[in-house]
């Protein structure tokens, strides 16, 4: 299922599950609309309560529910299916605010509050050697040579107030030069964990989305050559996700998807998860030494392509104006843009 944390045209934060049926889209209300099924097709008393506890309008309270709510939002998915027929069904639904139209929402980050952000660095080989690590003199050279070197999944934290969502503005900082893409598979953890193993770690994923790891390069780098990492992948905005999170029982094998990304429509980066050099049972094995807890996020890399690498490299880094679209097989497709940082 594909699930979405949108604001709607009045203002409130809801969750939603997409309908494709007979060549609709549609985004569910998943409260209200499991609300409405308990109400009609089972005369529950106390319907309203129930669904604010099993079919939250909260994405967070939605994972941490498991598979009771997972199951609770695949009946309403299912009720709708059932209910929308024809152009005045879908009318009914939209008035009643039991659907949204996909052009009438602001999409939040599917995960609005994720307690923390793994995100991992230099995972694919191809993107690694883009540095050319052994030719290169400078602070990008220094990071490359030390991450070639890495033993176990080298990471950062990137912060939940830099996420925003599908079609949202990415603020150009004013302290940057280098604001380059990065096209992501992110993780979406389901319950709390800790030491994982090559046996369960799958017990531990709710699903998958999109991921644009924003990076500011000279300040990446300048920080890296020190042995730190925070403003050059912390600016407002610098993390954006989705539009859905997707289950894992719907995306199946998380290691054999197609990851692209085209700016201005074009292709700059096309690659498959197969290629990572730690695979995501490495990752999250690794960092669950450190408890994990529902709605906990990782990245996991980004293949090659960007823009940094390229000599030089201001033709393909982004401008103000730019629209990135990132594409992960089975998980739609996440698009923002540039703008000027205003404040």
Known sequence: MKLSSIQTSSGETRTTVLLQSDGRELLIDINRAYTRLLRERRDHGRAQALADALASRDM?????????????????????????????????????????????????????????IISVGA?????????????????????GRG???????PAFGKMPSGLTGHESSIAYPRWTNQLDYEAE??????????NLTKDNWND?????????????RETQFEEMARGTLMLGK???????????????????????????????????QDDSTI???FDIPAILMHYSQMTLFP???????????VGIVHRPPEPYLLKVGDTIEIEIEGLGRLRNTVVADTV
């Open 123 to 143: 995972n694919y080989r191809v993107h690694l050697e883009e540095f050319k690590p052994e030719e290169d003199t400078s602070a990008k050279g220094s990071v």
């Open 295 to 305: 709605g906990d996020v990782f990245t996991t890399g980004s293949p090659g392509g």
């Open 185 to 194: 598979l992110g993780i979406v953890i389901g319950k709390r964990s800790k």
């Open 60 to 116: 967070l309270e939605l994972i941490e529910g498991g598979d009771d709510s997972l199951r609770a939002i695949r009946e309403a998915l299912d009720y709708a299916m059932e209910e929308i027929r024809t152009d005045a069904d879908q009318a009914v639904w939209i008035k009643a605010q039991l659907a949204y139209d996909l052009a009438d929402v602001r999409w939040l980050p599917p995960v609005p509050r994720p307690g923390k």
């Open 204 to 216: 531990a994923v709710f699903g998958y989305m999109n991921v644009n790891d924003v990076s500011m």
């Open 147 to 153: 991450l070639a070197s890495a033993k176990t999944p």
């Open 234 to 268: 912390n600016a407002d905005g610098a993390c954006p996700s989705g539009p859905y999170v997707v289950t894992k029982d719907e995306v199946g094998n998380p290691q054999d998807l197609r990851i692209q990304c085209w700016v201005n429509g074009e292709k700059r």
């Open 275 to 277: 290629k990572m050099i």
